[in-house]
């Protein structure tokens, strides 16, 4: 008997089959759920596209995420450290109309 070309090998073995129950309910097979690390209570991100749906949990979901901005950002810029700057330049200019309204009041 001829064995199946070892890619196909491998991509047969990231495919599971369930069925949807009537109130379509899916049953993530035990050894999927294991791979993934999924227990009761897990989070999971289910992401429809053109080709079907995708299950992913929510904590790969972020890494995703967190790996595509840090490819399209510049090294060099960090957004977090940008957005902080900002908020305390704005806290600034907030805290100087503060002292300045508080120094019209007691001249009044």
Same mark, same amino acid.
């Given at each position: 008997?001829?064995?199946?070309?070892?890619?196909?090998?491998?991509?047969?073995?990231?495919?599971?089959?369930?069925?949807?129950? &009537?109130?379509?309910?899916?049953?993530?097979?035990?050894?999927?759920?294991?791979?993934?690390?999924?227990?009761?209570?897990?989070?999971?991100?289910?992401?429809?596209?053109?080709?079907?749906?995708?299950?992913?949990?929510?904590?790969?979901?972020?890494?995703?995420?967190? &790996?595509?901005?840090? &490819?399209?950002?510049?090294?060099?810029?960090?957004?977090?450290?940008?957005?902080?700057?900002?908020?305390?330049?704005?806290?600034?200019?907030?805290?100087?109309?503060?002292?300045?309204?508080?120094?019209?009041?007691?001249?009044?």
């Amino acid at each position: 008997m001829k064995e199946a070309p070892e890619e196909l090998n491998q991509s047969a073995s990231n495919v599971w089959h369930c069925v949807a129950d &009537a109130s379509g309910r899916i049953l993530i097979p035990a050894d999927l759920r294991n791979e993934m690390n999924v227990e009761s209570g897990t989070p999971l991100v289910l992401e429809r596209d053109e080709t079907g749906i995708s299950l992913r949990t929510y904590e790969e979901t972020i890494r995703q995420i967190q &790996a595509y901005y840090m &490819a399209v950002s510049p090294p060099e810029d960090v957004w977090s450290d940008s957005l902080i700057s900002e908020r305390k330049r704005e806290a600034a200019i907030e805290n100087a109309k503060y002292e300045q309204q508080a120094i019209e009041a007691e001249s009044e």
